[in-house]
């Protein structure tokens, strides 16, 4: 294997994951408290789902039946979950978007709309990307750093997000960290998904 394609690809793992959500009644009874004063846990503030109205899984041509081809479905869900939530892109304090291979970090931030289009490069040059920086993105290091876990892959980034705005993210915390965005990617780029976590 060429050394660009490994270091580009995230390597499949043999990991599970599963997730619980609770609510609690009060500070007093929160399983996740938080580490600062705020009030415990996290609100899922907004979701939403797109497609490109293809799938790899039920036809081998989908990529003949996009929208555009220049444009990926995470600028439609990213739109509506921003939306929903009543936030911008300016309000995220920490990314976690889904990173099977580096162009589609790259392509997500573009069309979720971080930065404008064709400009990912040089506004990813332009940021510090640790959990330190002006734009944390990935705190716990994505896929391409541990590996993509087959279908449990994307629920890492939803539990690095999670963490962050719950303030348990140890070591790696983002400092106020109150609002994350996640992404998620099916088949190849042809449905994403979009979540806005908040601190509540």
């Not at 996290?42 to 899984?57: H, L, M, Q, R």
């Not at 962050?164 to 088949?187: E, H, K, Y």
Request: aromatic share 8%; net charge negative.
């Amino acid at each position: 294997m060429d050394r660009r394609d490994f270091l580009g690809n995230s390597i499949a793992t043999g990991v599970g994951l599963s997730i619980s959500s609770a609510a609690a009644q009060g500070p007093e009874q929160s399983v996740a408290p938080r580490k600062t004063p705020l009030p415990p846990g996290i609100t899922p503030a907004a979701f939403a789902n797109t497609s490109s109205g293809f799938s790899p899984f039920t036809t081998p041509d989908y990529y003949t039946y996009a929208d555009d081809l220049m444009v990926t479905p995470v600028a439609r869900s990213s739109a509506r979950a921003f939306a929903m939530a009543g936030l911008a892109q300016s309000d995220v304090d920490v990314a976690s978007i889904y990173d099977c291979y580096t162009i589609t970090v790259l392509m997500s931030l573009e069309d979720a709309g971080f930065c404008p289009k064709g400009e990912g490069a040089a506004w990813i040059n332009g940021h510090d990307l640790t959990f330190r920086g002006d734009f944390p993105l990935n705190t716990a290091g994505g896929q391409l750093s541990f590996g993509q876990a087959g279908m449990a892959g994307g629920m890492h980034h939803v539990v690095d997000a999670a963490r962050q705005v719950m303030g348990r993210s140890a070591a790696a915390q983002v400092a106020d960290c109150d609002v994350a965005f996640v992404t998620g990617t099916g088949g190849i780029m042809s449905e994403q998904v979009a979540l806005v976590l908040g601190g509540d």
